[in-house]
Nanobody
């Protein structure tokens, strides 16, 4: 049974940083790409960042490029999202997701397993 558990969310002032973590269960973590998505109130769940199965390929939404960094540790079944220079528009629930494929993908439909989400709130 696949399970993803996010942590690290919270309240931060604009310009601050947070590091989100996602712990994955199961023995196939290292075989698949991972992603982070976010959903603000009243909006769609949007792509934020993705990383390939071995960490060689990463992709980012234009809105976070240069500020956010996704990484993974396959030995620990963990994926991370380092978020710097946070802005109020980054406020959302952030979801960790595991793809059905090994290649990094920006498409939500490629992700089969999802965590429950962690709230990130950035105050101005």
């Amino acid at each position: 049974q696949e399970q993803l558990v996010e942590s690290g969310g919270g309240l931060v002032q604009a310009g601050g940083s947070l590091r989100l973590s996602c712990a994955a269960s199961g023995r196939t973590f290292s075989m698949y790409a991972m992603g982070w998505f976010r959903q603000a109130p009243g909006k769609e769940r949007d792509f934020v960042a993705t990383i390939s199965w071995n960490g060689d390929i990463t992709k980012y939404a234009d809105s976070v490029k240069g500020r956010f960094t996704i990484s993974r540790d396959n030995a620990k079944n963990m994926v991370y999202l380092q978020m710097n220079t946070l802005q109020p528009e980054d406020t959302a629930v952030y979801y960790c997701a595991k793809s059905s494929y090994s290649s990094a993908s920006i498409y939500r439909s490629y992700y089969r397993w999802w965590g429950q989400g962690t709230q990130v709130t950035v105050s101005s």
